[in-house]
């Protein structure tokens, strides 16, 4: 009989290994959410192309998704997971707040999250591995329980910088509460008192619409640039270089480049402001010495990358093929 019991218990352990390994456990309030998500926004669509919301409402969507953008791709992305570059406290603080209107959880999930895309890439241990495919990576890895490899290869990443800094910490502490009022009442509320918007157009379009239309332009990271586009840098990974993600993400759709130089605060090559926004941010803000220590990459060391391990795309290695 007591045999009988670790058996049992034995089986129950690796049916739940394996269903961590195999099959997705679907966290249904999230599915809930992205549904009533994507209907609300397709209202808010309906009530853009109809006329029926005032124009100064959409305008005022696409500045504070902007802003929000700002914050994880100038904040999260390059001064906290990645420390391309330092940032005083007033600029940390501005990203802190930007990044905190984007909804994309706190700065510290956000950065463990991506320093462990980044030390895994595209193996279980990676909470998006685009080789679960397009959906996976894109939205589907939201919905379901993370691989068990996540938890446990991710515990290896180091957390301490960001629980040095108070900004991020209280930003943690104090997310619950603040994140919903940043992210959906402010937006929701501006335009309501500012140019007298109906409040229920204002919610579906500056809140419902703006979020959800930057989290899949965010989205096309993870998931279009890990399939589609070139490899100029290093053919053997699957993060590609594509411009119509880079203009979408402000700038962070350089992913070949980034995932094989992640220090560069310009998160690409050439960094030119029409495709990498939030590179003039930090340019703008290091000329005010609020952001110091850019780090970047020597022109000799992209031209060797690229002759060694490059797919041929790129112009340098056009110009060695001529020689
Ligand atoms: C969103 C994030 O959308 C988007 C990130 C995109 C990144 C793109 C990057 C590309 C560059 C930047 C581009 C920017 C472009 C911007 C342009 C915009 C126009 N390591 O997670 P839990 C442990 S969010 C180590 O609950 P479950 C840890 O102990 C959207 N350990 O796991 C943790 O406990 P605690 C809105 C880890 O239960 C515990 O496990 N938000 C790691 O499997 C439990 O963690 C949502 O939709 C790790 N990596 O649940 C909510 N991870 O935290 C989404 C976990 O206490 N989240 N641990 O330390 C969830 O509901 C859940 O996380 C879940 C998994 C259901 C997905
Ligand atoms: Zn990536
Ligand atoms: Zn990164």
Redesign the pocket.
């Known amino acids: 009989m007591h045999c009988k019991n670790i058996d049992s218990d034995a089986k129950t352990y690796q049916t739940y290994a394996k269903r961590r390994d195999y099959e997705w456990?679907i966290?249904w309030?999230?599915v809930l959410?992205?549904i009533y998500l994507h209907v609300a926004s397709l209202y808010g669509v309906y009530l853009i192309i109809t006329l029926k919301s005032k124009i100064w409402t959409l305008l005022f969507a696409v500045l504070f998704?902007?802003l929000?953008?700002m914050g994880?791709?100038a904040g999260?992305?390059r001064l906290w997971?990645h420390r391309a570059y330092k940032a005083k406290w007033p600029l940390r603080l501005f990203l802190a707040v930007l990044q905190t209107m984007?909804?994309?959880?706190h700065i510290?999930?956000?950065v463990?999250?991506?320093?462990?895309?980044h030390k895994f890439t595209e193996t279980d241990a990676d909470?998006?591995n685009a080789k679960r495919g397009f959906f996976f990576s894109h939205?589907g890895?939201?919905?379901?329980?993370?691989h068990k490899d996540?938890?446990e290869?991710?515990?290896t990443?180091d957390m301490s910088d960001l629980e040095k800094d108070p900004i991020v910490m209280f930003q943690k502490k104090t997310y619950l509460i603040v994140m919903p009022i940043l992210c959906f009442l402010l937006p929701a509320w501006i335009p309501v008192k500012l140019w007298g918007e109906n409040p229920w157009y204002s919610w579906y379009v500056a809140a419902m619409f703006r979020y959800t239309?930057?989290?899949h332009?965010?989205?096309?990271?993870?998931s279009a640039?890990h399939i589609w586009g070139n490899r100029p840098y290093d053919k053997y990974i699957g993060a590609t270089d594509n411009k119509t993600v880079a203009i979408?993400?402000?700038g962070?759709g350089w992913?070949n480049y980034?995932h094989v130089f992640p220090w560069d605060y310009k998160?690409a090559e050439l960094g030119h402001y029409s495709t990498n926004i939030s590179t003039a941010l930090i340019d703008w803000a290091a000329k005010y010495g609020l952001a110091y220590d850019l780090k970047t990459v020597s022109g000799d060391m992209i031209r060797k990358r690229v002759s060694r391990t490059g797919d041929g795309s790129h112009p340098l290695s056009k110009g060695e093929a001529n020689s």
Request: glycine letters at 2%.
């Open positions: 456990q966290v309030r999230n959410a992205f998704a902007s929000s953008a994880v791709t999260a992305h997971a984007a909804f994309q959880n510290y999930e956000w463990r999250d991506h320093r462990v895309h909470p998006h939205i890895w939201l919905m379901v329980r993370k996540v938890f290869k991710g515990a990443v239309l930057s989290l332009f965010t989205w096309l990271v993870n640039a979408c993400a402000f962070e992913h980034h998160a």
